[in-house]
């Protein structure tokens, strides 16, 4: 019987992360379209309405520990997402340090509009699979996840840190 490409790990396009990101790409054009052209929000945006919606007011930092994004750019985010009178910001009075975050009204009403459609794009995705084969897919990506978030823990330390802004590679970039 001969390999599947995630045994081959003979090219790139046989590693598991591109052929994820692959189809997350193609998946993900038709969310981008739908969020961009139908409601003016991007993905990212969508996102974090979608957890504010499902998890209720959240601090940003915790926000972006769910989604497991760096602070600062659940920052801008939310930023954005304020201007656009979709999420709002409190500040308690019992603890002026701490900001809490929730949807507006417009916000909800958002996804409760949006939601449906991307569930459906998901259920079309979907129908390649068998319900049985559904199954065992999430729980193989559950299982993946979990192993990924062993690894990052396990390996962080000896991974260099990345320098996006310089746009430097590795420790020799001068």
Known sequence: MPLSPSQRLASID??????LGRLSSVAGTMVV???EGGYGITRREWAVVAQLYENGSLPPSALAERMHRDRAR???TLTSLGQKQLVLRTIPANDRRSALVSLTLEGRQLYEALMPQIQAINGHILKALQPEEAAQFDEAL???QAR???L????SPDLPKANRRQGQRGKDAS
């Open 14 to 19: 046989d590693l598991l992360l591109y052929r």
């Open 142 to 144: 559950e299982r993946l």
């Open 74 to 76: 659940t920052s801008r």
């Open 152 to 155: 990052l823990t396990e390996l």
């Open 33 to 35: 379209r739908l969020c």
């Open 148 to 150: 990924a978030q062993t």
